[in-house]
């Protein structure tokens, strides 16, 4: 808002209430203040890769080719925050939602969740390699999952249920918050699942020199 607006809301205001407006503070926030959350937005999810991909790959140090984890969780990661900041642009166009300082926060927090439900598939595998010795990669990466689809689900059901009801009751300052929250939850559970875990496969097996060249 700039200053010729401010003095139209300033005496729109003294002519409905009849009497002088003290103005204690006023705040404009511009397309810099747009390019510098974006900016933070792209460092902060850069370092928690980072971050990630360390632990992981020393977390699962035990286990083959402990990197191929921390890569995998790594694309799992990017593809829900490309949800995220997909869906927050579809909104931005059409109702006018603003990516402030509550978005970074909320992807930040969806970064977590995906990292946290893919290192739990991935442990299970880890201790179903040395179970199921003989079975193949993909055999064992499937029941993986398997095991680990019920508490992946209850898990973020009940914290859907909150977001739910932060939505509904928290009011309006929060709602974007939550809502981007709730998005990120739900494409973290599929891709934790869906994605993690079958990119690992495709990279054991290196599936992917029959997709371009098939026999």
């Given at each position: 808002m700039d200053d010729a607006s401010k003095g139209k809301v300033i005496s729109a205001l003294e002519a409905e209430f009849v009497s002088a407006v003290d103005l204690l503070s006023f705040e404009s926030v511009g397309p810099v203040v747009g390019r510098e959350v974006a900016g933070r937005a792209v460092q902060a999810v850069a370092i928690a890769a980072l971050g990630i991909l360390a632990y992981i790959t020393y977390a699962f140090r035990?286990?083959?080719n402990s990197f191929r984890y921390g890569v995998c969780a790594i694309f799992a990661l990017l593809h829900d925050v490309l949800i995220v900041v997909g869906v927050a642009a579809i909104l931005g166009r059409t109702l006018g939602w603003e990516v402030d300082a509550l978005f970074l926060t909320a992807l930040l927090t969806v970064i977590g969740?995906?990292?946290?439900?893919?290192?739990?598939?991935?442990?299970?595998?880890?201790?179903n390699l040395s179970r199921y010795r003989r079975a193949d990669y993909e055999e064992?990466?499937?029941?993986?999952?398997v095991q680990t689809l019920d508490r992946s689900i209850n898990t973020q059901l009940t914290a859907l249920f909150t977001l739910l009801?932060?939505?509904l009751f928290g009011g309006a300052t929060i709602f974007h918050f939550v809502v981007t929250m709730m998005i990120g939850l739900l494409s973290g559970t599929y891709s934790s699942m869906f994605n993690a875990a079958p990119i690992l496969v495709v990279w054991e097996k290196r599936e992917w020199r029959r997709w371009f060249w098939r026999s």
């Amino acid at each position: 808002m700039d200053d010729a607006s401010k003095g139209k809301v300033i005496s729109a205001l003294e002519a409905e209430f009849v009497s002088a407006v003290d103005l204690l503070s006023f705040e404009s926030v511009g397309p810099v203040v747009g390019r510098e959350v974006a900016g933070r937005a792209v460092q902060a999810v850069a370092i928690a890769a980072l971050g990630i991909l360390a632990y992981i790959t020393y977390a699962f140090r035990g286990v083959q080719n402990s990197f191929r984890y921390g890569v995998c969780a790594i694309f799992a990661l990017l593809h829900d925050v490309l949800i995220v900041v997909g869906v927050a642009a579809i909104l931005g166009r059409t109702l006018g939602w603003e990516v402030d300082a509550l978005f970074l926060t909320a992807l930040l927090t969806v970064i977590g969740f995906s990292v946290h439900d893919s290192i739990v598939v991935f442990d299970r595998i880890r201790e179903n390699l040395s179970r199921y010795r003989r079975a193949d990669y993909e055999e064992v990466v499937n029941l993986s999952v398997v095991q680990t689809l019920d508490r992946s689900i209850n898990t973020q059901l009940t914290a859907l249920f909150t977001l739910l009801a932060l939505a509904l009751f928290g009011g309006a300052t929060i709602f974007h918050f939550v809502v981007t929250m709730m998005i990120g939850l739900l494409s973290g559970t599929y891709s934790s699942m869906f994605n993690a875990a079958p990119i690992l496969v495709v990279w054991e097996k290196r599936e992917w020199r029959r997709w371009f060249w098939r026999s």
